[in-house]
């Protein structure tokens, strides 16, 4: 059985003091959490003072939203795997959308980011998704399988379960519009089948898959019914903490 895994991308917003407001907030309103695991992926600054945090809620980790591939060097502007898991960071967004479109970063950047994480002790959250035109154009399998094999190019079998995928169709990033639970459960299900050829199926039934695509309560519970999908990379809608709180009460719910 895979544990649902809900994530919090808050991409350059909240600042420090930000940061622990709203978790002091998000703390209060969530409750105890126990069948799901919560990340919260703040920007750098915030890092040291959640992970102090979040020690009383066991179920909620700490992520972050990029790092480069070398362990150290001349790269200014960069943060290695060490550096984060030495402030006991859990998980690392690699290969997001706007780092694909906005910082140039292509499949084999992904894959030398996604390898590294795993070589610092960390668990990459893999994005993969298609764009407005890619889908129109019904290139939707081709771009998926083309993200995913050459992300996971070299990976290492025994770390392959280690390793979360997030389908984020580009299309339905900040837009409103989401894929409805139908879509997004036909494009998890490839996505699995994908992961099945290239690490056999016992390995595929491991990997969890989320979805991340304008998440927000009022479909969350749907989404997460889905036998494919194991739970969002939730971006606009989890800068609220109360509404990030409804997103885990919703998928608690499709869990009862």
Request: charge should be negative; proline fraction near 5%.
């Amino acid at each position: 059985m895979r544990k649902k895994i809900l994530a919090a991308n808050w991409k350059m917003n909240l600042t420090h003091s930000e940061a622990l407001s709203y978790f002091e907030t998000f703390l209060s309103e969530i409750g105890q959490v126990n069948d799901l695991e919560v990340v919260i992926i703040p920007p750098f600054t915030a890092i040291p003072a959640l992970v102090l945090a979040s020690e009383k809620m066991p179920a909620i980790r700490i992520g972050a939203q990029n790092m480069h591939w070398e362990k150290s060097g001349a790269f200014t502007g960069e943060v290695s795997g060490a550096m984060l898991r030495a402030l006991y960071v859990k998980y690392v967004i690699v290969g997001h959308s706007e780092r694909r479109m906005l910082f140039g970063e292509t499949d084999e950047i992904v894959n030398r980011k996604t390898k590294a994480a795993l070589e610092a002790g960390l668990r990459p959250i893999l994005c993969v998704g298609e764009t407005l035109q890619e889908r129109d154009s019904n290139l939707i399998e081709k771009v998926l399988r083309k993200q995913i094999s050459e992300g996971l190019e070299d990976v290492a079998p025994k770390d392959q379960p280690e390793i979360v995928v997030a389908y984020e169709p580009i299309w339905a990033i900040g837009t409103g519009r989401t894929a409805n639970p139908a879509e997004a459960e036909q494009a998890h299900a490839f996505i699995r089948s994908v992961l099945s050829e290239l690490c056999g199926a016992p390995t595929a039934d491991r990997i969890r898959i989320q979805y991340g695509g304008s998440v927000k309560p009022e479909n969350a519970e749907d989404l997460m019914r889905q036998k494919n999908i194991d739970g969002a990379l939730v971006g606009g809608a989890s800068l609220d903490p109360r509404s990030f709180a409804r997103i885990i009460w919703r998928t608690e719910a499709a869990l009862s």
